[in-house]
Protein backbone atom coordinates (compact mmCIF):
# COMPACT_ATOMS: atom_id res chain seq x y z
CA UNK A 1 0.00 0.00 0.00
CA UNK A 2 2.92 2.48 0.74
CA UNK A 3 4.71 1.34 -2.47
CA UNK A 4 1.64 2.08 -4.54
CA UNK A 5 0.99 5.78 -2.40
CA UNK A 6 4.22 6.61 -3.30
CA UNK A 7 3.97 5.83 -6.90
CA UNK A 8 0.93 7.65 -7.24
CA UNK A 9 2.73 10.75 -5.51
CA UNK A 10 5.29 10.38 -7.63
CA UNK A 11 3.40 10.11 -10.94
CA UNK A 12 1.20 13.25 -9.69
CA UNK A 13 4.74 15.06 -9.24
CA UNK A 14 6.15 14.24 -12.61
CA UNK A 15 2.55 15.23 -14.48
CA UNK A 16 2.74 18.19 -12.18
CA UNK A 17 6.57 18.90 -13.56
CA UNK A 18 5.60 18.20 -17.22
CA UNK A 19 2.78 20.61 -17.20
CA UNK A 20 5.08 23.17 -15.77
CA UNK A 21 7.75 22.80 -18.29
CA UNK A 22 5.48 22.67 -20.94
CA UNK A 23 4.16 25.93 -19.27
CA UNK A 24 7.27 27.84 -19.58
CA UNK A 25 8.65 26.37 -22.99
CA UNK A 26 5.70 26.32 -25.03
CA UNK A 27 5.01 29.81 -26.21
CA UNK A 28 7.94 32.10 -27.80
CA UNK A 29 8.17 35.78 -28.13
CA UNK A 30 6.40 36.55 -31.48
CA UNK A 31 6.36 40.14 -31.61
CA UNK A 32 7.71 42.07 -34.16
CA UNK A 33 11.42 43.67 -32.40
CA UNK A 34 10.30 47.48 -33.69
CA UNK A 35 11.92 50.76 -32.61
CA UNK A 36 8.95 53.20 -31.71
CA UNK A 37 8.13 55.70 -34.55
CA UNK A 38 8.85 59.45 -33.16
CA UNK A 39 7.54 60.85 -36.47
CA UNK A 40 4.99 64.09 -35.36
CA UNK A 41 3.04 64.55 -38.19
CA UNK A 42 2.50 68.07 -39.89
CA UNK A 43 -1.29 68.33 -38.94
CA UNK A 44 -3.29 70.71 -37.80
CA UNK A 45 -4.87 68.30 -35.08
CA UNK A 46 -7.75 70.96 -33.87
CA UNK A 47 -8.74 71.57 -37.47
CA UNK A 48 -8.97 67.59 -37.84
CA UNK A 49 -10.90 67.39 -35.12
CA UNK A 50 -13.60 69.74 -35.81
CA UNK A 51 -13.59 67.85 -39.39
CA UNK A 52 -14.43 64.50 -37.55
CA UNK A 53 -16.90 66.03 -34.90
CA UNK A 54 -18.55 67.64 -37.88
CA UNK A 55 -19.04 64.18 -39.49
CA UNK A 56 -20.51 62.82 -36.40
CA UNK A 57 -23.36 65.76 -36.67
CA UNK A 58 -25.14 64.14 -39.42
CA UNK A 59 -27.17 61.31 -38.60
CA UNK A 60 -26.60 59.21 -40.82
CA UNK A 61 -28.90 56.22 -39.28
CA UNK A 62 -29.61 52.70 -41.27
CA UNK A 63 -32.71 51.52 -40.19
CA UNK A 64 -33.83 48.11 -41.09
CA UNK A 65 -36.51 49.88 -42.99
CA UNK A 66 -34.61 51.10 -46.03
CA UNK A 67 -37.54 53.19 -46.58
CA UNK A 68 -36.86 55.39 -43.48
CA UNK A 69 -33.21 56.59 -45.03
CA UNK A 70 -32.39 60.40 -44.38
CA UNK A 71 -31.05 61.32 -47.30
CA UNK A 72 -30.20 64.69 -46.41
CA UNK A 73 -28.11 63.61 -43.93
CA UNK A 74 -26.21 61.36 -46.19
CA UNK A 75 -25.45 64.03 -48.55
CA UNK A 76 -24.93 66.65 -46.14
CA UNK A 77 -21.72 64.25 -44.95
CA UNK A 78 -20.62 64.08 -48.41
CA UNK A 79 -20.62 67.35 -48.96
CA UNK A 80 -19.02 67.85 -45.84
CA UNK A 81 -15.99 65.28 -47.00
CA UNK A 82 -15.65 67.25 -49.93
CA UNK A 83 -15.15 70.50 -48.92
CA UNK A 84 -13.02 69.16 -46.39
CA UNK A 85 -10.40 66.87 -48.52
CA UNK A 86 -10.03 69.20 -51.54
CA UNK A 87 -7.15 67.52 -52.95
CA UNK A 88 -8.62 63.90 -52.53
CA UNK A 89 -11.29 64.99 -54.77
CA UNK A 90 -8.75 66.94 -57.09
CA UNK A 91 -6.58 63.51 -57.36
CA UNK A 92 -9.16 60.72 -57.57
CA UNK A 93 -11.07 58.86 -59.40
CA UNK A 94 -14.79 59.03 -57.75
CA UNK A 95 -17.55 56.81 -58.15
CA UNK A 96 -21.09 56.86 -56.10
CA UNK A 97 -23.00 53.60 -55.52
CA UNK A 98 -26.65 53.26 -54.90
CA UNK A 99 -27.04 57.51 -53.94
CA UNK A 100 -24.48 57.58 -50.84
CA UNK A 101 -22.00 54.70 -51.10
CA UNK A 102 -18.26 56.14 -51.87
CA UNK A 103 -15.70 54.92 -53.44
CA UNK A 104 -12.20 56.85 -54.53
CA UNK A 105 -9.33 55.33 -56.87
CA UNK A 106 -6.26 56.72 -56.62
CA UNK A 107 -4.23 55.67 -59.55
CA UNK A 108 -0.87 53.80 -59.10
CA UNK A 109 2.13 54.03 -61.80
CA UNK A 110 2.93 50.41 -61.41
CA UNK A 111 0.45 48.47 -63.20
CA UNK A 112 2.37 44.88 -61.82
CA UNK A 113 1.56 45.66 -58.42
CA UNK A 114 -1.98 44.76 -57.16
CA UNK A 115 -3.77 47.79 -55.50
CA UNK A 116 -5.00 48.11 -52.32
CA UNK A 117 -8.35 48.37 -50.94
CA UNK A 118 -9.01 50.45 -47.23
CA UNK A 119 -12.38 50.21 -46.47
CA UNK A 120 -14.89 52.16 -43.62
CA UNK A 121 -18.49 52.71 -43.36
CA UNK A 122 -20.41 56.03 -43.10
CA UNK A 123 -23.70 54.56 -41.82
CA UNK A 124 -24.30 54.15 -37.75
CA UNK A 125 -27.06 52.34 -35.82
CA UNK A 126 -30.12 54.40 -34.23
CA UNK A 127 -30.58 55.40 -30.82
CA UNK A 128 -33.40 53.89 -28.29
CA UNK A 129 -35.64 56.57 -26.90
CA UNK A 130 -35.69 55.07 -23.72
CA UNK A 131 -31.54 55.08 -23.93
CA UNK A 132 -31.57 59.00 -24.84
CA UNK A 133 -31.42 60.26 -20.95
CA UNK A 134 -28.44 58.43 -20.48
CA UNK A 135 -26.05 60.23 -22.91
CA UNK A 136 -23.96 62.62 -21.48
CA UNK A 137 -23.50 64.30 -24.50
CA UNK A 138 -26.30 64.63 -27.14
CA UNK A 139 -25.23 60.85 -29.48
CA UNK A 140 -25.23 63.42 -32.79
CA UNK A 141 -23.96 66.55 -31.50
CA UNK A 142 -20.20 65.83 -32.06
CA UNK A 143 -19.35 67.83 -29.11
CA UNK A 144 -15.58 67.62 -27.88
CA UNK A 145 -15.25 67.93 -23.91
CA UNK A 146 -12.30 67.00 -22.00
CA UNK A 147 -10.52 65.71 -24.76
CA UNK A 148 -13.34 63.08 -25.74
CA UNK A 149 -15.30 63.60 -29.23
CA UNK A 150 -18.77 62.12 -28.42
CA UNK A 151 -21.50 60.55 -30.73
CA UNK A 152 -22.63 57.84 -33.00
CA UNK A 153 -19.86 56.76 -35.27
CA UNK A 154 -16.74 58.37 -33.59
CA UNK A 155 -15.98 54.38 -32.68
CA UNK A 156 -18.57 52.53 -35.19
CA UNK A 157 -17.23 53.57 -38.10
CA UNK A 158 -16.83 57.05 -38.78
CA UNK A 159 -13.36 57.43 -36.97
CA UNK A 160 -11.90 55.10 -39.80
CA UNK A 161 -13.12 56.76 -42.80
CA UNK A 162 -12.21 60.28 -41.27
CA UNK A 163 -8.78 58.86 -40.08
CA UNK A 164 -8.19 57.28 -43.72
CA UNK A 165 -9.43 60.68 -45.33
CA UNK A 166 -6.96 62.61 -43.38
CA UNK A 167 -4.16 60.77 -43.72
CA UNK A 168 -4.30 60.63 -47.65
CA UNK A 169 -5.02 64.67 -47.95
CA UNK A 170 -1.88 64.80 -45.84
CA UNK A 171 0.10 62.65 -47.77
CA UNK A 172 -0.62 64.24 -51.18
CA UNK A 173 0.04 67.41 -49.85
CA UNK A 174 3.33 66.01 -48.95
CA UNK A 175 3.30 64.92 -52.65
CA UNK A 176 2.46 61.48 -52.74
CA UNK A 177 2.68 60.05 -56.26
CA UNK A 178 1.83 56.07 -55.95
CA UNK A 179 3.59 53.24 -57.11
CA UNK A 180 0.58 50.89 -55.95
CA UNK A 181 -3.42 51.67 -56.61
CA UNK A 182 -4.96 52.52 -53.68
CA UNK A 183 -8.73 52.39 -53.04
CA UNK A 184 -10.80 53.90 -50.37
CA UNK A 185 -14.77 52.27 -50.17
CA UNK A 186 -16.96 53.89 -47.85
CA UNK A 187 -20.41 52.14 -47.70
CA UNK A 188 -23.73 53.56 -46.66
CA UNK A 189 -25.11 50.39 -45.03
CA UNK A 190 -22.86 47.93 -43.34
CA UNK A 191 -24.91 48.02 -39.97
CA UNK A 192 -27.47 46.31 -42.28
CA UNK A 193 -25.52 44.48 -44.30
CA UNK A 194 -24.18 46.12 -46.94
CA UNK A 195 -26.18 44.97 -49.75
CA UNK A 196 -26.56 48.41 -51.32
CA UNK A 197 -23.14 49.38 -50.90
CA UNK A 198 -20.28 47.02 -50.06
CA UNK A 199 -21.87 44.14 -51.90
CA UNK A 200 -22.36 46.71 -55.16
CA UNK A 201 -19.04 48.21 -54.80
CA UNK A 202 -17.46 44.38 -54.71
CA UNK A 203 -19.82 43.72 -58.20
CA UNK A 204 -17.88 46.27 -59.64
CA UNK A 205 -14.54 45.76 -58.92
CA UNK A 206 -15.64 41.87 -60.42
CA UNK A 207 -16.75 42.89 -63.48
CA UNK A 208 -13.74 45.33 -64.01
CA UNK A 209 -11.65 41.89 -63.31
CA UNK A 210 -10.15 43.65 -60.33
CA UNK A 211 -7.85 41.70 -57.74
CA UNK A 212 -6.54 43.09 -54.48
CA UNK A 213 -2.94 42.66 -52.86
CA UNK A 214 -5.33 42.86 -49.79
CA UNK A 215 -8.39 44.33 -47.81
CA UNK A 216 -8.59 46.29 -44.64
CA UNK A 217 -11.52 46.83 -43.44
CA UNK A 218 -13.04 47.65 -39.58
CA UNK A 219 -12.94 44.71 -37.13
CA UNK A 220 -10.41 44.45 -34.80
CA UNK A 221 -9.04 46.90 -32.42
CA UNK A 222 -6.63 47.43 -29.45
CA UNK A 223 -8.08 45.53 -26.03
CA UNK A 224 -7.12 46.78 -22.75
CA UNK A 225 -7.84 44.30 -20.05
CA UNK A 226 -10.00 42.47 -22.47
CA UNK A 227 -7.98 39.16 -22.66
CA UNK A 228 -7.75 37.33 -19.53
CA UNK A 229 -4.20 37.77 -17.85
CA UNK A 230 -2.87 40.35 -20.07
CA UNK A 231 -1.41 43.41 -18.47
CA UNK A 232 -0.32 44.93 -21.73
CA UNK A 233 -2.37 45.76 -24.26
CA UNK A 234 -3.38 43.71 -27.36
CA UNK A 235 -4.36 44.90 -30.97
CA UNK A 236 -6.56 42.09 -32.30
CA UNK A 237 -6.52 41.83 -36.21
CA UNK A 238 -9.64 39.89 -38.15
CA UNK A 239 -8.51 37.00 -39.62
CA UNK A 240 -12.01 35.73 -40.04
CA UNK A 241 -15.57 36.64 -39.63
CA UNK A 242 -18.34 34.24 -38.55
CA UNK A 243 -21.72 34.21 -40.41
CA UNK A 244 -24.89 34.25 -40.07
CA UNK A 245 -28.59 33.15 -40.58
CA UNK A 246 -32.26 33.96 -38.66
CA UNK A 247 -34.27 31.13 -38.37
CA UNK A 248 -38.14 31.90 -38.16
CA UNK A 249 -40.03 29.13 -36.34
CA UNK A 250 -43.31 28.78 -36.93
CA UNK A 251 -46.33 26.75 -35.72
CA UNK A 252 -50.13 26.82 -37.05
CA UNK A 253 -53.40 26.18 -34.98
CA UNK A 254 -56.75 26.58 -35.35
CA UNK A 255 -56.82 29.34 -32.90
CA UNK A 256 -60.29 30.07 -30.98
CA UNK A 257 -60.95 31.10 -27.14
CA UNK A 258 -58.73 30.78 -24.32
CA UNK A 259 -61.44 29.44 -21.59
CA UNK A 260 -61.02 26.31 -23.87
CA UNK A 261 -57.50 25.62 -24.72
CA UNK A 262 -55.57 22.19 -26.16
CA UNK A 263 -53.21 20.58 -24.15
CA UNK A 264 -50.67 22.61 -26.11
CA UNK A 265 -50.85 26.07 -27.59
CA UNK A 266 -48.89 27.67 -30.32
CA UNK A 267 -46.98 29.06 -28.32
CA UNK A 268 -46.64 26.44 -25.41
CA UNK A 269 -45.18 24.42 -28.93
CA UNK A 270 -43.45 26.95 -30.25
CA UNK A 271 -42.09 27.58 -26.77
CA UNK A 272 -40.74 24.07 -26.03
CA UNK A 273 -38.77 24.11 -29.69
CA UNK A 274 -36.64 27.47 -28.48
CA UNK A 275 -35.61 25.57 -25.36
CA UNK A 276 -35.11 22.55 -27.63
CA UNK A 277 -32.79 24.49 -29.40
CA UNK A 278 -31.50 26.39 -26.69
CA UNK A 279 -30.23 23.06 -25.24
CA UNK A 280 -28.46 21.45 -27.75
CA UNK A 281 -25.50 23.96 -28.24
CA UNK A 282 -23.12 23.56 -31.06
CA UNK A 283 -19.59 21.64 -30.27
CA UNK A 284 -16.70 23.87 -29.18
CA UNK A 285 -13.73 24.95 -31.43
CA UNK A 286 -10.84 26.13 -29.87
CA UNK A 287 -9.07 26.63 -33.21
CA UNK A 288 -8.72 30.51 -33.54
CA UNK A 289 -8.57 30.83 -29.67
CA UNK A 290 -5.20 28.45 -30.07
CA UNK A 291 -4.18 30.54 -32.93
CA UNK A 292 -4.28 34.26 -30.87
CA UNK A 293 -2.69 32.87 -27.69
CA UNK A 294 0.13 31.54 -29.48
CA UNK A 295 1.20 35.05 -30.30
CA UNK A 296 0.78 36.22 -26.83
CA UNK A 297 0.99 33.55 -24.91
CA UNK A 298 5.11 34.18 -24.06
CA UNK A 299 3.77 37.35 -22.16
CA UNK A 300 0.84 36.07 -20.63
CA UNK A 301 1.51 34.74 -16.69
CA UNK A 302 1.67 31.13 -15.44
CA UNK A 303 -2.08 30.72 -15.01
CA UNK A 304 -2.92 31.77 -18.39
CA UNK A 305 -0.32 29.95 -19.96
CA UNK A 306 -0.31 26.50 -18.31
CA UNK A 307 -3.72 25.17 -19.42
CA UNK A 308 -3.11 27.10 -23.12
CA UNK A 309 -0.03 24.48 -23.20
CA UNK A 310 -1.31 21.68 -22.02
CA UNK A 311 -4.40 21.02 -24.21
CA UNK A 312 -3.94 17.45 -24.72
CA UNK A 313 -4.81 17.59 -21.28
CA UNK A 314 -6.51 20.48 -19.95
CA UNK A 315 -8.91 21.21 -22.86
CA UNK A 316 -12.34 20.66 -21.12
CA UNK A 317 -11.10 22.93 -18.33
CA UNK A 318 -10.31 25.47 -21.05
CA UNK A 319 -13.71 24.99 -22.76
CA UNK A 320 -15.67 25.43 -19.67
CA UNK A 321 -14.07 28.47 -18.56
CA UNK A 322 -14.58 29.97 -21.48
CA UNK A 323 -18.30 28.86 -22.12
CA UNK A 324 -18.77 30.79 -18.47
CA UNK A 325 -18.68 34.10 -20.52
CA UNK A 326 -20.74 35.07 -23.25
CA UNK A 327 -17.81 36.75 -24.84
CA UNK A 328 -15.39 33.82 -25.13
CA UNK A 329 -18.39 31.20 -25.75
CA UNK A 330 -18.95 33.25 -28.70
CA UNK A 331 -15.07 32.77 -30.02
CA UNK A 332 -15.15 28.94 -30.16
CA UNK A 333 -18.95 27.90 -31.02
CA UNK A 334 -21.82 28.60 -33.47
CA UNK A 335 -24.11 30.77 -30.81
CA UNK A 336 -27.75 30.45 -30.52
CA UNK A 337 -29.51 33.61 -29.88
CA UNK A 338 -33.67 33.95 -29.67
CA UNK A 339 -34.39 37.21 -30.25
CA UNK A 340 -38.13 37.85 -31.56
CA UNK A 341 -41.56 36.13 -30.82
CA UNK A 342 -45.22 36.85 -31.35
CA UNK A 343 -48.68 35.40 -30.53
CA UNK A 344 -52.01 36.25 -30.89
CA UNK A 345 -53.20 40.44 -30.47
CA UNK A 346 -55.29 39.55 -27.71
CA UNK A 347 -54.13 37.81 -24.17
CA UNK A 348 -57.88 35.80 -24.08
CA UNK A 349 -57.30 34.89 -28.15
CA UNK A 350 -55.44 31.62 -28.75
CA UNK A 351 -53.37 32.03 -31.48
CA UNK A 352 -53.62 30.77 -35.47
CA UNK A 353 -50.33 30.74 -35.89
CA UNK A 354 -47.16 31.71 -33.54
CA UNK A 355 -43.81 32.91 -34.61
CA UNK A 356 -40.06 32.99 -33.60
CA UNK A 357 -36.98 34.22 -34.72
CA UNK A 358 -33.90 32.82 -33.91
CA UNK A 359 -30.50 34.07 -34.72
CA UNK A 360 -27.31 32.17 -35.23
CA UNK A 361 -23.34 33.39 -35.76
CA UNK A 362 -21.86 30.17 -37.54
CA UNK A 363 -18.20 29.76 -36.68
CA UNK A 364 -16.03 29.14 -39.95
CA UNK A 365 -16.20 24.94 -40.12
CA UNK A 366 -20.18 25.23 -39.43
CA UNK A 367 -22.54 26.38 -42.97
CA UNK A 368 -25.81 28.09 -43.18
CA UNK A 369 -27.11 24.49 -44.16
CA UNK A 370 -25.53 22.86 -41.09
CA UNK A 371 -26.55 25.26 -38.84
CA UNK A 372 -30.34 24.48 -40.07
CA UNK A 373 -30.31 21.17 -40.18
CA UNK A 374 -28.71 20.88 -36.37
CA UNK A 375 -31.99 22.82 -35.41
CA UNK A 376 -34.37 20.24 -37.53
CA UNK A 377 -33.07 17.57 -35.34
CA UNK A 378 -32.78 19.39 -32.06
CA UNK A 379 -36.61 20.10 -32.74
CA UNK A 380 -37.86 17.06 -34.01
CA UNK A 381 -41.23 18.25 -34.25
CA UNK A 382 -43.17 18.42 -37.62
CA UNK A 383 -45.24 21.00 -36.84
CA UNK A 384 -42.42 23.49 -36.03
CA UNK A 385 -41.98 25.25 -39.69
CA UNK A 386 -38.55 26.62 -40.36
CA UNK A 387 -37.55 29.49 -43.01
CA UNK A 388 -34.11 31.33 -42.94
CA UNK A 389 -33.78 34.87 -43.64
CA UNK A 390 -31.13 37.26 -43.84
CA UNK A 391 -28.18 34.82 -44.24
CA UNK A 392 -23.99 35.27 -44.63
CA UNK A 393 -21.58 31.90 -45.14
CA UNK A 394 -18.33 32.22 -42.63
CA UNK A 395 -15.66 33.79 -44.00
CA UNK A 396 -12.55 31.85 -45.00
CA UNK A 397 -9.41 32.64 -43.39
CA UNK A 398 -6.67 34.59 -44.21
CA UNK A 399 -3.30 34.41 -43.92
CA UNK A 400 -0.94 35.83 -41.17
CA UNK A 401 2.17 35.95 -43.67
CA UNK A 402 0.96 38.36 -46.47
CA UNK A 403 1.78 41.61 -47.14
CA UNK A 404 -1.33 43.44 -45.60
CA UNK A 405 -1.14 41.50 -42.29
CA UNK A 406 2.52 42.24 -42.19
CA UNK A 407 1.90 45.77 -43.01
CA UNK A 408 -0.69 46.00 -40.16
CA UNK A 409 1.40 44.24 -37.46
CA UNK A 410 4.04 46.47 -38.27
CA UNK A 411 2.12 49.82 -37.81
CA UNK A 412 0.88 48.91 -34.91
CA UNK A 413 4.22 47.85 -32.92
CA UNK A 414 6.03 50.81 -34.70
CA UNK A 415 3.23 53.52 -33.24
CA UNK A 416 3.57 51.63 -29.73
CA UNK A 417 5.47 48.97 -29.56
CA UNK A 418 3.83 48.17 -25.79
CA UNK A 419 1.06 46.83 -27.69
CA UNK A 420 1.01 42.43 -28.77
CA UNK A 421 -0.60 41.97 -31.75
CA UNK A 422 -2.65 38.59 -32.60
CA UNK A 423 -4.75 37.63 -35.50
CA UNK A 424 -8.63 36.57 -34.34
CA UNK A 425 -11.82 35.49 -35.13
CA UNK A 426 -14.41 38.54 -35.76
CA UNK A 427 -17.42 38.10 -34.05
CA UNK A 428 -19.94 40.07 -36.16
CA UNK A 429 -20.33 41.12 -39.84
CA UNK A 430 -18.47 43.69 -41.75
CA UNK A 431 -18.42 45.04 -45.17
CA UNK A 432 -15.42 43.03 -45.66
CA UNK A 433 -17.22 40.13 -46.01
CA UNK A 434 -18.06 40.98 -49.89
CA UNK A 435 -14.79 41.01 -51.23
CA UNK A 436 -13.84 37.22 -50.79
CA UNK A 437 -13.37 36.14 -54.55
CA UNK A 438 -11.76 39.46 -55.16
CA UNK A 439 -8.96 38.92 -53.43
CA UNK A 440 -7.63 36.32 -50.52
CA UNK A 441 -6.01 38.31 -47.64
CA UNK A 442 -8.92 40.13 -45.89
CA UNK A 443 -7.82 41.66 -42.57
CA UNK A 444 -10.43 43.89 -40.21
CA UNK A 445 -8.86 46.33 -37.71
CA UNK A 446 -9.20 49.99 -36.38
CA UNK A 447 -7.09 52.02 -34.79
CA UNK A 448 -8.83 52.47 -31.74
CA UNK A 449 -8.00 51.53 -27.87
CA UNK A 450 -11.21 49.51 -26.31
CA UNK A 451 -11.49 48.46 -22.68
CA UNK A 452 -14.20 46.50 -21.25
CA UNK A 453 -16.31 49.77 -20.84
CA UNK A 454 -15.42 50.99 -24.65
CA UNK A 455 -17.13 47.44 -25.68
CA UNK A 456 -19.98 48.29 -24.68
CA UNK A 457 -20.63 51.44 -26.20
CA UNK A 458 -20.47 49.57 -29.44
CA UNK A 459 -24.35 49.98 -30.68
CA UNK A 460 -24.23 51.09 -26.85
CA UNK A 461 -24.80 54.33 -24.54
CA UNK A 462 -22.13 57.52 -24.36
CA UNK A 463 -20.14 56.03 -27.74
CA UNK A 464 -16.80 58.34 -27.70
CA UNK A 465 -13.39 58.65 -28.55
CA UNK A 466 -10.74 59.89 -26.95
CA UNK A 467 -9.13 62.64 -28.91
CA UNK A 468 -5.76 61.00 -28.03
CA UNK A 469 -7.46 57.89 -30.10
CA UNK A 470 -7.96 60.04 -33.56
CA UNK A 471 -4.70 61.35 -33.92
CA UNK A 472 -3.22 57.80 -33.16
CA UNK A 473 -5.78 56.16 -36.13
CA UNK A 474 -4.23 59.49 -38.37
CA UNK A 475 -0.89 58.33 -37.61
CA UNK A 476 -1.56 54.81 -38.27
CA UNK A 477 -3.02 55.28 -41.88
CA UNK A 478 -0.55 58.23 -43.06
CA UNK A 479 2.06 55.35 -42.52
CA UNK A 480 0.06 52.29 -43.84
CA UNK A 481 -1.07 54.05 -46.79
CA UNK A 482 2.60 55.50 -47.33
CA UNK A 483 4.20 52.27 -47.27
CA UNK A 484 1.55 50.46 -49.28
CA UNK A 485 1.37 53.15 -52.01
CA UNK A 486 5.22 53.63 -52.31
CA UNK A 487 6.17 49.92 -51.94
CA UNK A 488 7.85 50.46 -48.45
CA UNK A 489 7.38 47.45 -46.42
Not at 12 to 35: D, G, H, S, Y
Not at 290 to 312: D, K
Not at 399 to 404: F, Y
Not at 468 to 474: G, H, K, L, R, S
Amino acid sequence: MKRLLLTFILAVMILVAVLWIRAETTFENKQLNLPQNTEQLDIDQSAAVERFAKGIRFATISYDDPSRIDDAAFAGLREHIEQSFPLIHQTAEQMIFNHHSLVYRFEGRNAALKPALFMGHMDVVPVDEVTQSQWQQPPFSGAVVDNIIWGRGTIDDKVTVFALLESMELLLSQGLVPEREIVFAFGHDEEIGGEQGAARIAEHFKQQGTEFEFVLDEGGAITDGVMAGMTQPVALIGIAEKGFVNLKLIVNDEGGHSSQPPEHTAVGILSQAIVDIENAQFETNLTFSIETFERVGYYAPLSSRLPMANLWLLSPLVESAMLGKPSSAAGIRTTIAATMLSGSSKSNILPTQASAVVNFRILPGETVETVTQHVVEAIDNPRVQIESFMQNEPSQVSPTDSLGYSLIEKNIRQLDNQILVAPYLVMGGTDSKHFYGLSDNVYRFMMVRLDPKGLKRFHGVNEQLPVADYINAITFFHAMLKQTATGQN
